[in-house]
């Protein structure tokens, strides 16, 4: 934040998964709202899947115990991020929207992904959170795709891929806009695929933080900051890098 230097009139946005992994994700929080609560410019969260899973298991809490008591047993940090949240924490968090768009730059932000599959995206936030069964099913796959079928590019689940089937950004054919994502870490810095830029640069894996620079005039930039090695970074999980020549120019 300090390198940014953000100032009145400017839009901070992060892509989701404020929580898990790092050694203070209720403090990220908090230093987050606050700046929502107290900076002159806007801040936007995207929504990511961890925080989607927080989500869920506070809900499950009272709703359906035992399902909650299954989802921390999976994740360990479930119960000790739910009791350091305050009210406040959780209601910033509610706060995040699934996608959110730049038509100066015809960009669309999302946290994980499109599927080759999706043929139709919501206008608006509020359309997306109309969607119900089946349709809210497939919308919220935004949020977890990794890697797609090489068949017929349906979502796969991360563990699910074979040898053949693309991560996701490597066929995506900008039907929707450049996409900027997180989800998937790149420890070589910021992966720039033609129609899409991953800004996960493996900030817990002794990487980076980075931040995508959109500015009233003049070319985009990344700016990044050394990020802290706290957990061990599996690189035969990771898709090829494609570089860091970024694709997205302005449109005409």
Same mark, same amino acid.
Request: hydrophobic fraction near 40%; charged fraction near 25%; proline fraction near 9%.
């Given at each position: 934040?300090?390198?940014l230097?953000?100032?009145g009139?400017?839009?901070? =946005?992060?892509?989701?998964? /404020?929580?898990?992994?790092?050694?203070?994700?209720?403090?990220?929080?908090?230093? =987050?709202?606050?700046l929502?609560?107290?900076?002159?410019?806007?801040?936007?969260?995207?929504?990511?899947?961890?925080?989607?899973k927080? %989500? %869920?298991?506070?809900?499950?809490?009272?709703r359906? @115990?035992?399902?909650?008591?299954?989802?921390?047993?999976?994740?360990?940090?479930?119960?000790? /991020?739910?009791?350091? /949240?305050? @009210?406040?924490?959780?209601?910033?968090?509610?706060?995040a929207?699934?996608?959110? %768009?730049?038509?100066?730059?015809?960009?669309?932000?999302?946290?994980?992904?499109? !599927?080759?599959?999706?043929?139709?995206?919501?206008?608006?936030?509020?359309?997306?959170?109309?969607?119900?069964?089946k349709?809210?099913?497939?919308?919220?796959? =935004?949020l %977890?795709?990794?890697?797609?079928?090489?068949?017929?590019?349906?979502?796969?689940?991360? *563990?699910?891929?074979? !040898?053949?089937? @693309?991560?996701?950004?490597? =066929?995506?054919?900008?039907?929707f806009?450049?996409?900027?994502?997180?989800?998937?870490?790149? /420890? *070589?810095? !910021?992966?720039?695929?033609?129609?899409?830029?991953?800004?996960?640069?493996?900030?817990?894996?002794?990487?980076?933080?980075?931040?995508?620079?959109?500015?009233?005039? *003049?070319?985009?930039?990344?700016?990044?900051? !050394?990020?802290i090695?706290?957990?061990?970074?599996?690189?035969e999980?990771?898709? @090829?890098?494609? *570089?860091?020549?970024?694709?997205?120019?302005?449109?005409?």
């Amino acid at each position: 934040m300090a390198k940014l230097a953000l100032s009145g009139g400017d839009h901070l =946005i992060f892509v989701g998964d /404020l929580v898990d992994k790092g050694p203070d994700p209720a403090g990220v929080v908090q230093f =987050i709202r606050h700046l929502h609560e107290t900076a002159p410019f806007s801040v936007l969260l995207i929504e990511g899947n961890h925080e989607d899973k927080h %989500r %869920r298991y506070h809900r499950n809490k009272t709703r359906r @115990p035992m399902v909650a008591k299954g989802m921390a047993a999976a994740s360990r940090e479930l119960r000790s /991020l739910d009791a350091e /949240l305050t @009210p406040d924490d959780r209601a910033f968090l509610a706060t995040a929207v699934p996608f959110h %768009r730049l038509p100066d730059w015809n960009i669309l932000i999302v946290h994980g992904g499109i !599927p080759p599959d999706m043929f139709t995206f919501p206008d608006t936030v509020e359309q997306a959170n109309a969607l119900t069964g089946k349709a809210r099913h497939a919308f919220r796959k =935004i949020l %977890r795709t990794r890697y797609v079928s090489q068949i017929d590019g349906r979502f796969l689940a991360f *563990g699910d891929e074979g !040898p053949g089937d @693309p991560f996701w950004a490597q =066929i995506y054919d900008g039907r929707f806009g450049h996409v900027l994502f997180g989800h998937q870490p790149f /420890l *070589g810095g !910021p992966a720039c695929y033609p129609h899409a830029t991953g800004l996960d640069t493996a900030c817990i894996h002794g990487g980076a933080l980075t931040a995508l620079v959109l500015p009233g005039e *003049g070319a985009p930039r990344f700016e990044s900051v !050394p990020g802290i090695d706290v957990k061990p970074f599996k690189a035969e999980r990771a898709p @090829p890098h494609p *570089g860091t020549d970024l694709a997205l120019k302005r449109p005409a």
